[in-house]
């Protein structure tokens, strides 16, 4: 598992934006990595997918690492945002785009509100 914590470590510190998730950012394979995924990909936000079903120690580890037990798990800047719900609501609130801003991170800032829009 020290392996998995390392890998973990160097990913998450060497992207801006890193979302671990069960499928990936072009083929999510659960609703709730589905949902954050789409949420970036229609932001525009760049960042790295890693897809926890093709490894078990990432699976496990990512859980371990962030003490957190659910998938997908984002993290900006190194940072552990949180899942699928907490990002909803980061995204609604208009929270995401403040942590995004504040770290420096591109993303559409129109596309953001039209989420927000169209969920009022």
């Known amino acids: 598992m020290t392996d998995a914590k390392q890998l973990i470590d160097d990913t998450v510190k ?24 789409g949420v970036l990909n229609y932001m525009g936000v760049e960042y790295a997918d890693v897809n926890v079903l093709a490894d078990e120690n990432i699976r496990q580890g990512i859980k371990d690492y ?28 208009g929270e995401l785009d403040q942590l995004l801003d504040e770290n420096g991170v591109t993303y559409d800032k129109d596309a953001a509100e039209k989420i927000r829009e169209a969920n009022a």
């Open 66 to 93: 962030s003490d957190w037990p659910t998938i997908p798990q984002l993290y900006v800047k190194g940072e552990f945002v949180g899942g699928c719900d907490i990002i909803t609501e980061m995204t609604l609130s």
């Open 14 to 37: 060497a992207n801006d934006v890193v979302l671990y998730m069960k499928g990936t950012k072009s083929m999510p394979q659960c609703g709730f990595s589905s949902k954050v995924a």
